[in-house]
């Protein structure tokens, strides 16, 4: 006899849609007859193993709107990463629990969780439909147009970039954003949409797709700093030498690591303070600011994309109508269509899972240091509607007399 439960879980960074999915979830399951329970897990796939779950049958419609405009992960998330053994924990809670679909909102890690648990599922015999429903900033999910998460990241980039070229062109200098990226620089190259005028920063973008050599960065800045007499620069924490070693890495005295052994990138100022001490020691330019967005491109309440709300609560609609109507496990891809329009695919676990979508070459400028057209119009369309704008004085000049 059919338990009719469901488990949906948040994974990974948080996104400041990742609740719109949860609710796409919730929402669209309560509409079918055979959903008896609606349980969300608290922390991911950690709350999973604990058995830490919530009802969220019993919440109201109304409340679960104001969640879903919320960002950050309303049920909290997880930096776990499962492997087998792991998975096969979450799997005997899922059967115990009597769990019949579950639907994890995550990247990379996530994806390949859910493939795990769906392969011990199938071992068992056990009637178990998993969906992975996608979600990162990075943008760096295999198979997809773009990710939800992205597009509100991607537009608060944009817009800072817009202040600080706006700063820097009253008090010129040299200014230095670190932006998040490990391996895929989408976010980084976002900054190029916070562009106007001619001459507006950022003047020189560098993204972990390419290999970066101080020396020609240096005489990059020196070069555009003479041009315009000031330089904007947007760079990405990923940037690494020829070796794969992360510029952060060799420039530092002390490296921090996370959990995965990985070198620590976010979260830490270190990279842009060592690019600003290398441009003040080198170029001889005396002001040279730097900033690291760290986290808070993930969650910044009040710059959302209205298409990227849009998008993220009907990935999680999707995943429930493929669960429910469809044979097969997998994980829900948006296609882009039309001028613009998005289309939803189920794709198989294994063509997502555990890998990494960098930027298409097409994408990157042959020097390395901007982006092309072609990225301007793949993202223009998903940072949505109301795009704060910046503008100028037509101050006419008045002649001099004293100093002609």
Not at 77 to 86: E, G, L, N, Q, V
Not at 224 to 235: D, K, L, N, P, S
Request: one cysteine or more.
């Amino acid at each position: 006899m059919p338990s009719g439960k469901i488990l949906v879980a948040q994974g990974g960074g948080p996104t400041a849609v990742i609740n719109q999915s949860l609710v796409g979830v919730v929402l669209e399951a309560r509409r079918f007859p055979q959903v008896t329970r609606v349980y969300g897990a608290l922390h991911g796939v950690r709350g999973i193993v604990d058995e830490e779950f919530v009802d969220l049958t019993q919440e109201t419609a109304a409340n679960l709107e104001l969640v879903a405009a919320t960002p950050s992960s309303a049920l909290g998330s997880t930096r776990d990463k499962p492997d087998i053994a792991y998975c096969q924990k979450i799997f005997e809670v899922l059967r115990a629990h009597e769990i019949e679909h579950f639907f994890y909102i995550g990247g990379n890690d996530s994806s390949d969780t859910v493939r795990i648990v769906s392969m011990e599922a199938q071992k068992a015999g056990y009637p178990l439909r998993c969906i992975h429903i996608p979600k990162t900033i990075d943008n760096d999910l295999v198979g997809n147009d773009h990710t939800p998460g992205f597009p509100s990241a991607a537009r608060f980039v944009a817009q800072a970039f817009s202040g600080a070229n706006l700063d820097n062109a009253s008090l010129p200098g040299v200014y230095v954003g670190v932006v998040m990226g490990r391996h895929a620089g989408f976010l980084t190259a976002a900054a190029a949409l916070g562009r106007k005028f001619p001459g507006d920063g950022p003047h020189l973008i560098y993204l972990p797709e390419r290999t970066f050599v101080l020396e020609q960065f240096l005489a990059d800045v020196k070069a555009a700093y003479a041009q315009h007499g000031r330089c904007v620069i947007a760079v990405s924490e990923g940037i690494h030498d020829a070796s794969g070693e992360a510029i952060a890495s060799l420039l530092a005295k002390e490296v921090e690591r996370d959990a995965h052994g990985n070198v620590q990138l976010s979260g830490t100022g270190a990279l842009a303070d060592l690019l600003c001490d290398e441009i003040k020691a080198k170029l001889g330019i005396k002001r040279v600011r730097g900033d690291t967005f760290g986290y808070l491109q993930r969650s910044f309440i009040g710059c959302v994309s209205d298409v990227d709300q849009r998008e993220a609560r009907e990935v999680g609609e999707k995943a429930v109508q493929y669960a429910m109507w469809g044979e097969r496990d997998g994980s829900v891809a948006i296609r882009r269509c039309g001028d613009y329009a998005a289309t939803y695919e189920l794709v198989a676990l294994e063509s997502v899972a555990g890998k990494t979508r960098v930027m298409e070459d097409e994408l990157i400028n042959a020097s390395g240091t901007d982006v092309t057209e072609a990225f301007v119009r793949y993202l223009r369309p998903l940072l949505g509607s109301g795009m704060p704008d910046a503008h100028r004085l037509r101050a006419a000049p008045v002649a001099k007399i004293l100093r002609q």
